[in-house]
Nanobody, 120 residues
Framework: QVQLVESGGGLVQAGGSLRLSCAAS????????MGWFRQAPGKEREFVGV??????STDYADSVKGRFTISRVSNTAYLQMNSLKPEDTAVYFC???????????????WGQGTQVTVSS
């Protein structure tokens, strides 16, 4: 079992930055790919980005590429969000799985989510 706890959400003005953290516990972090997803009200959960277990590779949705950066240190993954836009407003989730996939069903473990609100 893997437990994931996100933190770092909040309210920020457009153009601002936030950094989300995802702390994992419960088993070895090695071999676990870490993904970030988000869900806005009335919309489906969408892929934001993913980082491989060793941090060698990342993949991002086109909507956040160049603005968001995923990193990981030990048992914690980070989502650095810059140049935030009102359309980035959503609940952000981290997820752990065995493949660096863009598909939510590929991830076995999920955090509880953290709200990010970007005002215009």
């Amino acid at each position: 079992q893997v437990q994931l706890v996100e933190s770092g959400g909040g309210l920020v003005q457009a153009g601002g930055s936030l950094r989300l953290s995802c702390a994992a516990s419960g088993r070895t972090f090695s071999g676990i790919e870490m993904g970030w997803f988000r869900q806005a009200p009335g919309k489906e959960r969408e892929f934001v980005g993913v980082i491989t277990w060793n941090g060698d590779s990342t993949d991002y949705a086109d909507s956040v590429k160049g603005r968001f950066t995923i990193s990981r240190v030990s048992n914690t993954a980070y989502l650095q969000m810059n140049s935030l836009k009102p359309e980035d407003t959503a609940v952000y989730f981290c997820a752990a799985g065995r493949r660096p996939s863009r598909g939510a069903p590929e991830y076995n473990y999920w955090g509880q989510g953290t709200q990010v609100t970007v005002s215009s």
